[in-house]
């Protein structure tokens, strides 16, 4: 079946970097949009980028640039989100998720929402 | 960069529609996706493209969208969705697409 494992939980110091991989598994990893989102305690959703696992191809939301690296590995099917330069405020937790690209999306990109999650990871950022 | 307008909540009794709003400048000139999310739980994708609904989610789940607002109906309302619930649209314009509104917990009677 179609699924994304996530690597477990972190605990960083202040200052440091982390990197949280996202095992796909179940479909054609290079024709979906590997997005990472995270979400603060109790808080809501936040976008933070996307990579094309074809083209290597990313885009990240602004508030992260300069401190996040998306990669992949198409050999193992694995996106990697890695954030640099910790603070308090990144403890939250971090989802992989995957949605359609190109000739997988025929209705267009636009069109698809994030139709699988990987089961979160949790960073805790503390000195 | 676009924004998405949720209600922080709604409620409902049991067997009664849920109606949860996401406003935006021009929405309906977008396709419209909807999360749902339980306590401890990875959101799952309930509606996208405005309507259509994946595989496994219920035809008490739907969406509808035009002008200003997007709206996510529940019929038949159980106690099991109870959650919180996200739109979200792919802003292309914007070197940062990906865009999701603040969330509206349902809550129910």
């Known amino acids: 079946q179609v699924q994304l494992v996530q690597s477990g939980a972190e605990v960083k110091k202040p200052g440091a970097s982390v990197k949280v991989s996202c095992k796909a598994s179940?479909?054609?990893?290079?024709?979906?949009?590997m997005h990472w989102v995270r979400q603060a305690p109790g808080q809501g959703l936040e976008w933070m980028g996307r990579?094309?696992?074809?083209?290597?191809?990313?885009n990240y939301a602004q508030k992260f640039q300069g401190r996040v690296t998306m990669t992949r590995d198409t050999s193992i099917s694995t996106a990697y989100m890695e954030l640099s330069r910790l603070r308090s405020d990144d403890t939250v937790v971090y989802y992989c998720?995957?949605?359609?690209?190109?000739?997988?999306?025929?209705?267009?990109?636009?069109?698809?929402?994030?139709?699988?999650w990987g089961q979160g990871t949790t960073v805790t950022v503390s000195s | 960069s676009y924004v998405l307008t949720q209600p922080p909540s709604v409620s409902v009794a049991p067997g009664k529609t849920a109606r949860i709003t996401c406003g935006g400048n021009?929405?309906?000139?977008?396709?419209v996706h909807w999360y749902q999310q339980k306590p401890g739980q990875a959101p799952v994708l309930v509606v996208y493209?405005?309507?259509d609904r994946p595989s496994g989610i219920p035809e008490r789940f739907s969406g509808s969208n035009s002008g200003n607002t997007a709206t996510l109906t529940i019929s038949r309302v159980e106690a099991g969705d109870e959650a919180d619930y996200y739109c979200?649209?792919?802003?292309?314009?914007?070197?940062?697409?990906?865009?999701f509104g603040g969330g509206t917990k349902l809550t129910v009677l």
């Open positions: 990579i094309n696992p074809n083209s290597g191809g990313t």
């Open positions: 998720a995957r949605a359609p690209a190109g000739i997988y999306a025929p209705e267009g990109e636009a069109n698809y929402g994030m139709d699988v």
């Open positions: 493209d405005d309507s």
């Open positions: 179940g479909y054609t990893f290079t024709g979906y949009y």
């Open positions: 979200q649209v792919w802003d292309s314009s914007s070197d940062h697409p990906g865009v």
């Open positions: 021009n929405i309906g000139s977008k396709s």
